[in-house]
């Protein structure tokens, strides 16, 4: 699985940005799929995740009633759409993709395969 990660770029803070992951392959429905984040001179955060089947979801406390994310699978798609951002929401997003149940679709550690990843900016 290949994912290219796009719609990223700079909003005031309330704002909203819509990130997108296309993925190619065959298999794009089987894979769970998820985003995270990493700002400068802080660890990597794992954000928000969708399970193959878009019945089940996995969001950070930081963003929760903010983000959603969902999944096309027919158009080989993850939408993470991003309401109410604040300036802690700077980083750069990559997206990820892998064979993870449902009772792990939140371990970042769970995923194999991820895209280059798309800066975004809130500014207060």
């Known amino acids: 699985v290949q994912l290219q990660a796009s719609g990223g770029g700079l909003v005031q803070a309330g704002g909203s940005l819509r990130l997108w992951c296309a993925a190619s392959?065959?298999?794009?429905?089987?894979?769970?799929m998820g985003w995270s984040r990493q700002a400068p001179g802080k660890e990597r955060e794992f954000v928000a995740a969708i399970v193959w089947s878009g019945d089940s979801t996995y969001y950070t406390d930081s963003v929760k009633g903010r983000f959603t994310i969902s999944r096309d699978n027919w158009k080989n798609t993850v939408l993470l759409q991003m309401n109410s951002l604040k300036p802690e929401d700077t980083a750069v997003y990559y997206c990820?993709?892998?064979?993870?149940?449902?009772?792990?679709?939140?371990?970042?550690?769970?995923?194999?395969?991820w895209g280059q990843g798309t800066l975004v900016t809130v500014s207060s």
């Open positions: 990820a993709g892998g064979i993870v149940g449902k009772d792990r679709v939140g371990d970042i550690d769970e995923y194999a395969y």
């Open positions: 392959g065959r298999t794009f429905s089987r894979y769970a």
